[in-house]
């Protein structure tokens, strides 16, 4: 996926927000290879979903934070 504003493949905090919040199931898969095999990428897919979990309606963001806490 081609990030907002990004010109990098890398999964920084601005790349994992703008797939959570933009991304296809081809771009959560591979978020969720990374995550499976770095947890330092764990730790940033859950300090962005716990910032943005104070919306009710951020459901993508609630289904990564119970994702990453559950692995």
């Known amino acids: 996926m081609q990030h907002r504003h990004l010109n990098h493949q890398q999964f920084t905090l ?6 959570i919040a933009r991304g296809g199931l081809e771009d959560w898969r591979d978020l969720r290879i990374a995550v499976l095999s770095d947890k330092a990428i764990m730790d940033k897919v859950k300090r962005i979903a ?3 979990t104070n919306d009710p309606y951020a459901q ?6 119970h994702y990453a806490e559950a692995h």
């Open 14 to 19: 601005a790349a994992i927000d703008d797939i």
């Open 60 to 65: 993508r963001y609630f289904f990564w934070k």
């Open 50 to 52: 716990d910032s943005r």
